[in-house]
């Protein structure tokens, strides 16, 4: 019988023949477990984002190994909520014992777990963008090739980018409440491994006639606005699955929340916020769609609404509080000339 205490990261990590184990003593007096860890390289690979799991694992394992790297792969659990918080947790735990780089292999959900994982520690995120929108990985150039994505992670040159906090959960590109969330929700994951964006817009059409709601949205502490809208969405990437732009302002690294408060009137405004949207979000501003800028947003709504963050449902409710978080997470990203 073993007297060693269990520790589920050591066993994982161990178990794939990476790191040293360390045992002591806490302070209480009581046997503890470690590992100790030096050109380690995390993958975590989404389950529900590729078919091929093994062949992309084992192209991972044979990249990071050709780059002196020592690879380890993080299994998730299939629930997405808990998901993402045990790949947060094992990150942050792989990080403590001294991996340098993770590699988030899947959409902006598992991109959000892992930087959530990530941010502050000083190691770096690359992305293997293998989901459906991939929003963060469109707007840092990250290719969409699994070689390509993988060079520009091992690649080195690097950047530091925000992040931002919505209730609590830690997301990189887009949250919001309304309209965009009930499409989210409304598109079967089905659609979106088969369609990917398309699946989003297939969804869209039959939300259209989605109930509009009275939402009160309070920049930096300020004179709330009132506005009867489809949707309230708060990020630091502006684009749309299918490269679409919303909020054209938006960007990774500008200290700001770019805010757009969504509320097409009726057929012409509908029309109004496609022609908006399609031309690239500078044209054709007005009611149908308000941009604003701030650190910290407050949103109210007059009943529970659908709302999502990072292209992941959270449950329904009345209210949504986003935070900035400035230059907390380093991005591997393509050298300038990389094509
Ligand atoms: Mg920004």
């Not at 003593?25 to 590729?50: E, H, K, Q, W, Y």
């Amino acid at each position: 019988m073993s007297h060693r205490p269990r520790d589920s990261v050591a066993d994982r990590v161990l178990g794939q023949g990476v790191g040293e184990e360390v045992l002591h003593f806490s302070p209480c007096g009581r046997m503890a477990r470690s590992v100790v860890l030096t050109r380690c390289v995390a993958f975590v690979i989404s389950r529900t984002a590729t078919r091929q799991r093994d062949r992309v694992e084992q192209h991972c394992r044979d990249v990071a190994g050709s780059n002196g790297w020592d690879p380890i792969f993080l299994d998730g659990g299939p629930e997405e909520g808990a998901w993402a918080d045990d790949v947060a947790v094992l990150s942050r735990a792989l990080v403590a014992a001294g991996a340098r780089l993770v590699f988030a292999a899947g959409g902006d959900g598992t991109v959000g777990a892992c930087a959530q994982a990530l941010a502050g520690t000083g190691a770096s995120l690359a992305i293997l963008p293998l989901g459906t929108a991939n929003l963060a990985a469109r707007d840092l150039g990250v290719p969409f090739g699994l070689e390509a994505a993988l060079a520009v992670g091992f690649g080195g040159h690097e950047r530091l980018v925000d992040l931002a906090v919505a209730d609590g959960r830690t997301f990189v590109a887009m949250a919001g409440m309304g309209l965009d969330a009930a499409v989210v929700q409304a598109t079967p994951a089905l659609l979106k491994t088969q369609l990917g964006w398309v699946g989003y817009a297939v969804a869209g059409l039959s939300c259209l006639r989605g109930q509009s709601h009275e939402f009160e949205v309070r920049l930096d502490g300020g004179e709330p606005l009132i506005r009867r809208a489809q949707a309230i969405v708060v990020g630091n990437v502006g684009i749309l699955p299918g490269g679409f732009v919303l909020l054209p302002d938006a960007r990774l690294d500008d200290g700001l929340l770019d805010v757009g408060l969504v509320a097409p009137e009726g057929p012409v405004g509908w029309a109004l916020l496609a022609g908006s949207v399609l031309l690239g979000g500078r044209h054709l501003r007005g009611r149908h769609l308000e941009h604003y800028q701030a650190h910290h947003v407050e949103i109210r709504a007059d009943a529970d609404v659908p709302r999502e963050v990072d292209g992941e449902i959270v449950a329904p409710g009345r209210s949504l509080t986003v935070t900035l978080r400035h230059e907390v997470l380093t991005v591997r990203i393509p050298f300038p000339n990389h094509s």
